[in-house]
């Protein structure tokens, strides 16, 4: 979960015992994953499509359980696709301890993904920050960053959608009450799970970035 992120609470579940509270919590997440935007969906796709096309990076980024998920995501986009000779050149920014700590020991950690950014990235590469909250502000300097460099950002949020859902270019909403981390950040993983599964088949097809066709 992310800094700062109280016990996980989900809005109407009421039961005690055991298998209860599971079926309660697996129809509500249900419900949370029926009321995402199936656009919003789509055009993140769209994006990491044309991000191949270009030969442009993808970053991922989050704290916590959304650092994971960024990792889970790069993982599942660069290697889980499966093309090497045209590969989605996706990485996380979360998972070198090393500049993690340096930078945030030296610098602050607001400042770990933007100054990463400011050494790896080049105009039109893509900055995918995930947040339940959307209020890191790692987060929000690495979307300020992206803004005024001519990167691409998307905003993978949940709550209200916080500071970084207004800042990114496109996103995908994950619509949840506030707090409810364990169901937002299911959702981001499913997501990841499903935008996975849809390039490794646009891989194995043969397909260009053009999903109309």
Do not use: K
Not at 161 to 166: K, L, N, S, V, W
């Amino acid at each position: 979960m992310g800094s700062q992120t109280p016990a996980t609470s989900v809005a109407g579940i009421s039961a005690v015992d055991p298998a209860g509270f599971a079926d309660e919590y697996f129809a509500h997440l249900a419900n949370v994953l029926g009321r995402i935007d199936r656009r919003e969906v789509g055009a993140f796709i769209e994006t990491l499509l044309d991000a191949r096309e270009r030969g442009s990076r993808i970053f991922f980024i989050g704290n916590g359980g959304s650092a994971a998920t960024a990792s889970h995501f790069a993982n599942d986009v660069a290697i889980g696709s499966g093309d090497y000779e045209r590969p989605f050149r996706a990485l996380s920014l979360t998972d070198n301890v090393a500049v993690l700590t340096a930078l945030g020991n030296d610098f602050g950690y607001e400042e770990v993904f933007v100054r990463q950014l400011r050494v790896l990235a080049e105009q039109d590469d893509v900055v995918v920050a995930i947040s339940a909250s959307g209020n890191s502000p790692n987060l929000v300097m690495a979307l300020e960053y992206a803004a005024e460099f001519g990167l691409r950002s998307v905003a993978l949020t949940a709550f209200d959608g916080g500071r970084i859902r207004a800042m990114a270019d496109q996103g995908v909403h994950v619509p949840t009450e506030l707090g409810e981390y364990g169901p937002a950040e299911d959702a981001h993983m499913v997501l990841d799970h499903l935008i996975g599964a849809f390039l490794m088949r646009v891989v194995r097809s043969g397909q260009t970035g053009d999903t109309e066709r």
